[in-house]
């Protein structure tokens, strides 16, 4: 198939080289001069509330900027649509208090979008910036999107949908985690969660989501205590149990932090996960109480 192409690519340029060295007719032996000029980058802002049938791309261009109709299959919906100022010379390294910034208002617009903490659903929400090109010609704009994944755990796949995600954590939803079963690892950790109905037999239950403060992203044992603390707390909030010393009696914790490359961007939301690790039950574990958590006799 290969030999065939470049057969037939070079029977089309030998042509073309005839046809140009014949020199007849309107032809004046100018190949270039009579081709429009590429027009200059432009700057273009993207539209909020918008789909995009292509992967999310975190540096935009108004060629691949192609908006569709939530209504349709897409991959990708703008949420927000936020300036970085105007007389900023280039675009915001990551880490920067800038890009963080810009996140931190793609949370805020991304959770009132979808009416509750998008992290509580099987969402991914990610910040878009123009092109090199595009921001010297003025483009300040930096584009939240958000993506519905197969899972929040390990090897997420992107979801192809229909339908806008506005309102798509108001009440139960398809999306919202809920219970989940445990998979674990040979050393009894906690290795995958797998999401299953609550009236089914299950050992684990999304609890709410544990934001970071100013902190580095964990790297050693000891790296981990505030994420455990914190997501303890949510856990005792969720269930109506004291948020005391007894607490690590009645639960386990689950905790699913964003990545290091997503905590550099400011991204500092911990999914946290109650997680009973000696039995299972058939019912959400959401206001149950110290009856439905309670501390071990023995």
């Known amino acids: 198939m290969r030999s ?10 030998t042509a073309a080289l005839l046809v140009a060295c014949a020199g007849s007719g309107d032809l004046d032996g100018d190949l270039t001069d009579d081709w429009a000029a590429l027009p200059p980058p432009s ?6 509330g918008v789909c995009q049938a292509a992967d999310f791309i975190d540096v935009l261009t ?3 900027y192609e ?7 897409h991959r990708v919906e703008t949420v927000h649509v936020g ?4 007389e900023r010379a280039s675009a915001p390294a990551g880490g920067s208090a800038e890009l963080r910034g810009a996140f931190a208002e793609c949370d805020t617009r991304a959770t009132g979008y979808v009416g509750d903490d998008w992290r509580a659903g099987r969402l991914r929400l990610s910040v878009a910036l123009p092109s090199g090109p595009g921001w010297a010609a003025g483009s300040r704009f930096f584009r939240c999107d958000l993506t519905e994944l197969s899972t929040v755990e390990a090897g997420a796949t ?3 949908r229909s339908g806008s995600l506005r309102d798509a954590l108001k009440g139960a939803a398809g999306l919202r985690l809920g219970c989940q079963q445990t998979r674990r690892a040979a050393g009894r950790a906690v290795q995958t969660l797998v999401p299953v109905e609550c009236a089914q037999q299950h050992d ?11 902190m580095a992203y964990p790297s050693r044992d000891s790296d981990w205590a505030p994420l455990y603390t914190g997501c303890r707390s949510a856990i005792a909030r969720f269930v109506g149990v004291p948020d005391d010393a007894r607490l690590s009696f009645r639960s386990g914790v689950v905790v699913r932090p964003p990545g290091a490359g997503r905590w550099r961007v400011g991204d500092r939301g911990v999914r946290c996960y109650l997680w009973l690790s000696d039995r299972t039950v058939t019912v959400s574990l959401k206001g149950a109480g110290p ?3 309670p501390v071990p006799t023995k």
């Open 158 to 160: 992107v979801v192809v």
């Open 4 to 13: 065939a192409t470049t057969t037939l690519f070079a029977a089309a340029v």
């Open 204 to 214: 684990a239950e999304f609890v709410g989501v544990w934001r970071a403060p100013e």
């Open 62 to 64: 108004l060629a691949s």
């Open 291 to 293: 009856a439905g958590l």
């Open 83 to 86: 300036a970085f100022p105007a």
């Open 67 to 73: 908006p569709v109709d939530c209504a349709g299959p």
């Open 43 to 48: 700057a273009f802002t993207p539209a909020a």
